[in-house]
């Protein structure tokens, strides 16, 4: 099916973005309802929705989605509600009012209304992901078209297809608000791109990660070193004058997230009739506590017996976003310590590493995101790569892994690289240099997003994991 997109979408992609994420839209909803209508549904009352709902937007309703519909509606009435951040709940609640007030001509959203919102919305936010990774990935690899374009549809064949294509979840809005960020930041826009980011952080707590971790390697790190490693009197005047930079972008770009903090403190710890433990532990922050109380995250905490087939259900994600990482690292050892450790000598047998790349045939064709084509290009990925190889083993450690499946689509890293593995496997078949029996990756990967895709589809209608 790709390879007869090819030139078509080359010419044309953000056209073509938009009639796949709209294709992906429907057959996704319209197999969501048709499972729902045909097969029983397995429902915890732990998870029930507590308001009436129109039969076909019920499938839509489930996990995460039934917490964002009662914040809609009622506001945050528990800290354990907390775990879910104001920006999709908010977002629902004022298209709930605007759809009421079209059908009825006066407010008082119901939960269909305020559902069908959070569909509608997800739905553009999904679309505006696909078209801003396209533009980020046209930026940081300017000579390559083809793989830009890949790279928005490897994007939109992501594994969990009901939190992309069809149900309110958080994922999209994050995924857009995080590329945009990426975009101006790669831009020098580093304002905007912490505006961006602060916005993403209204949806998902990582845009404090991202705003901290991107910011400090500019600010702390690549201008601070631009002229080598060591230490002197230049490089301490420019760290005297960028570390307040760095400070107040991070800020900004947490400040959604640290002020909806404060306000949970002030729901929930002002009558010591009804304060929490976390209201006395460490800075007050909710956040932490409700994620260890009621969902069991925390650093080994998830690794059971019992959690094994959550592992197994994560395992190509997984192994996805590691081989990224590794592939990046050991193919550019001399832009990995550049982009890292600038402030020391980088070693001699990184330089020595260089003499062994493949010819300049292989790197033009096959191999796009491991191998840039000039060490700028490949300096400037290094913050994505750690900032992909952290969120994973953050998620492989410490929290429920399999939402990695949901996750990782706010992170570029794998989408090029599996864009990479599609191109790769292209470029063997047409020099036919298949004969050693290799795997073909992109395939093998494509194949299993189109699978497990439908089947998470179906898990989704019958209220089963994983969500």
Known sequence: MLDGWQEAVQRRPVAWILAASLLLRLSTSALLVLAHLLLPTWDAEVTTLAYPISRLLDPFVRWDTVHFVHIALDGYTSDQQSAFLPGLPALMRLGGEVVHRVQHGE??????????????????????????????????????????????????????????????????????????????????????AAVAWAMGSAFRAQGII????????????????????????????????????FVFLSTLSAMPFLAFETFIYQRFCTSQSAERPWCSQGLGMSYGWVQREYWNSGFLRYWTPLQLPNFLLAAPV????????????????????????????????????????????????????????????????????????????????????????????????????????????????RAKSDRGGRRRWGAIWTRYCWIWGTASIVLWAVFLPPA
């Not at 390559?144 to 992309?164: E, G, H, N, V, Y």
């Not at 949901?406 to 191109?423: D, I, K, M, Q, S």
Request: aromatic share 12%; proline share 7%.
């Open 318 to 429: 997984l192994a996805l976003c590691f081989a990224a990482s590794y592939s990046f690292y050991i193919a550019n050892p001399e832009a990995t310590w550049r982009g890292t450790l600038a402030f020391l000598a980088l070693p001699r047998r990184l330089r020595v590493r260089r003499q062994q790349d493949p010819p300049e045939k292989e790197i033009a064709t096959s191999a796009t995101f491991t191998r840039p084509t000039t060490p700028n290009e490949a300096i400037a990925l290094v913050p994505f790569v750690h900032l992909s190889t952290f969120i994973t083993t953050l998620l492989f450690l410490a929290h429920h892994v399999q939402i990695i499946l949901r996750v990782c689509v706010t992170n570029p890293v794998p989408f090029w690289y599996a864009a990479e593995l599609v191109l790769r496997d292209r470029d063997r078949e």
């Open 107 to 192: 407010a008082g959203a119901t939960a269909s209304d305020v559902v069908l919102a959070g569909i509608v919305s997800s739905a553009l936010a999904t679309t505006a992901a696909a078209v801003v990774l396209h533009r980020l990935t046209r930026q940081l690899f300017p000579s390559r078209p083809k793989f830009a374009a890949l790279t928005a549809l490897m994007f939109l064949l992501a594994p969990s297809r009901p939190t992309l294509h069809a149900v309110p979840y958080t994922e999209p809005f994050a995924a857009f608000f995080t590329f945009l960020g990426m975009s101006l930041f790669s831009r020098g826009r580093s304002f905007l």
């Open 210 to 245: 991202i705003g901290f971790g991107f910011f400090g390697w500019r600010y702390l790190l690549e201008d601070v070193w631009k002229d080598g490693p060591g230490v002197s009197a230049r490089q301490v005047r420019r760290l005297l004058v960028n570390a307040p930079i």
